[in-house]
């Protein structure tokens, strides 16, 4: 298990940015792929974009695809989401989440953070 606490969530217009951030610790970190998923009042829990162990690999939602950007410090034992070009439709609460493959399912993921919200207003 790895132990996540993001951070950097909160109140934007459309148009802006928000950079997400979390931290983890209890494994060594460069062996977990992270993904960043969210949670929408009302919807099912989506995909948002995944980084391989070593960070050479990504891969993102279509809703995430030319605005977001995901990253890691394998140094810090950090993780981002680089959050451009904001919609209203992006809000939700989001969540990080550490797993043992590169695979963009919720359930191939065995840690998760308590989540950051993020509203975008219009």
């Known amino acids: 298990q790895v132990h996540l606490v993001e951070s950097g969530g909160g109140l934007v217009q459309a148009g802006d940015s928000l950079r997400l951030s979390c931290a983890a610790s209890?494994?060594?970190?460069?062996?977990?792929?992270m993904a960043w998923f969210r949670q929408a009042p009302g919807k099912e829990r989506e995909f948002v974009a995944i980084?391989?162990?070593?960070?050479?690999?990504?891969s993102y939602a279509d809703s995430a695809k030319g605005r977001f950007t995901i990253s890691r410090d394998n140094a810090k034992n950090m993780v981002y989401l680089q959050m451009n070009s904001l919609k209203p439709e992006d809000t939700a609460v989001y969540y990080c989440?550490?797993?043992?493959?590169?695979?963009?399912?919720?359930?191939?993921?065995?840690?998760w953070g308590q989540g950051t919200q993020v509203t975008v207003s219009s």
């Open positions: 980084i391989s162990g070593g960070g050479g690999l990504t």
């Open positions: 209890g494994r060594p970190f460069s062996g977990f792929a």
């Open positions: 989440a550490a797993g043992s493959r590169f695979v963009p399912r919720d359930v191939d993921f065995s840690s």
